[in-house]
């Protein structure tokens, strides 16, 4: 589980590494799919990973809205910040937590949604890319990432 969190967190940094050779009107321009634009779709992935881990933990949900993220600068720093707040859960992940329950969904259940979840995205940021000419983030996990 952690070794997947961490792909996804490497991934996401490269992600933005990446928008920063994209205009900013470009990485806000409404597309079809994903979440309506780069930035929107990014600042999502980081909001659900983080409601969901925050309930996990026992702490309150709470949701982003997309306007004070809309730079890539904010942006990033509430990846940064979020994914901060929530790594020592993550990194402290045992097997029992796999079984124990949230309302009608298991731990292990909503952790894995949400490496499937960034992952999607990451598949519509690709298309983003291509569409603009430029070469994706790789997305490989076997040749980089964590081992």
Same mark, same amino acid.
């Given at each position: 589980m952690q070794k997947l969190f961490e792909y996804n967190w490497l991934v996401r940094g490269e992600w933005f590494d990446w928008c920063g050779q994209v205009p900013e009107e470009e990485l806000t321009r409404e597309r079809t799919g994903g979440f309506g634009s780069i930035l929107k779709t990014l600042v999502h992935v980081v909001d659900i990973e983080h409601a969901w881990i925050r309930g996990l933990m026992g702490e309150p949900e709470?949701?982003?809205p997309f306007e004070p993220y809309a730079t890539l600068e904010a942006a990033r720093k509430l990846s940064d910040e979020a994914a901060a707040e929530i790594r020592p859960f993550v990194l402290d992940w045992t097997d029992? $937590?796999?079984?124990k329950r949230m309302d009608i969904f298991t731990y292990g259940d909503i952790m894995r949604h949400l490496i499937a979840h960034e992952i999607h995205h990451i598949g519509q940021l690709s298309i983003w890319s291509r569409e603009l000419g430029l070469k994706p983030v790789s997305?490989?996990?076997i $040749?980089?990432?964590?081992r």
């Open positions: 709470s949701h982003y029992e $937590l796999d079984d997305a490989n996990l $040749l980089r990432g964590p």
